[in-house]
C-alpha cells in the first residue's frame, strides 16, 4: 500500500469493478463517514458521487485531504450549476474512482476522509458537535 491515495481515475487500471471491491467501499464508509454524508453510483461504473452536509466545501475538504496524503476527486461548478438550475441549498460532492485501489487502501483512504468531514463539520459554523454515528446507503 502507497502512503498517498487516489481516488482518481488511474489509466493503467480497468475501470470495472467487482462486487467484492463494491461491498468494501460501501462497509469503510458505513464504518467511517458521518451523518449528513450520503453517497450512490455516479454515472461511470467505478465511481461513487459522495454527497457532503451543506456547508462542507469539496474543494476546502480536498486541500485538506492532499494534506492527509488522500487525493479525490470533484466539480468545482457543481454547485454553481445546481443553483442555476433551481436546486435550493445546493451541496458539494467528491467522486471517489477506486476499482484500481487494493482493499487496504479504500479502507484507510475511507477512514482518512472520514476523520476530515468530522474535524470540518465540527470547525464549520452552523454544525455544532457533529455526531460520530455513521450511515450508508
Do not use: N
Not at 40 to 57: I, K, N, Q
Not at 72 to 98: I, N, T
Amino acid at each position: 500500500m502507497t502512503d498517498l491515495i487516489r481516488f482518481v481515475p488511474e489509466d493503467h487500471r480497468s475501470p470495472v469493478a467487482r462486487q467484492e471491491q463494491r461491498e468494501v467501499i460501501f462497509q469503510a464508509l458505513r464504518r467511517h463517514f458521518p451523518h449528513g454524508v450520503s453517497w450512490g453510483p455516479s454515472p461511470e461504473d467505478a465511481s461513487l458521487r459522495v454527497t457532503l452536509p451543506r456547508g462542507v466545501s469539496a474543494r476546502e475538504l480536498s486541500e485538506w485531504a492532499r494534506q492527509e496524503k488522500v487525493i479525490f476527486s470533484f466539480d468545482p461548478d457543481a454547485k454553481r450549476q445546481a443553483h442555476e438550475h433551481g436546486v435550493e441549498d445546493a451541496c458539494d460532492a467528491m467522486y471517489l474512482y477506486w476499482s484500481h485501489l487494493e482493499q487496504a487502501e479504500v479502507e484507510e483512504g475511507i477512514r482518512r476522509l472520514g476523520k476530515l468531514i468530522v474535524r470540518y463539520m465540527d470547525r464549520a459554523d452552523g454544525f455544532g458537535s457533529s455526531s460520530h454515528c455513521f450511515i450508508g446507503p
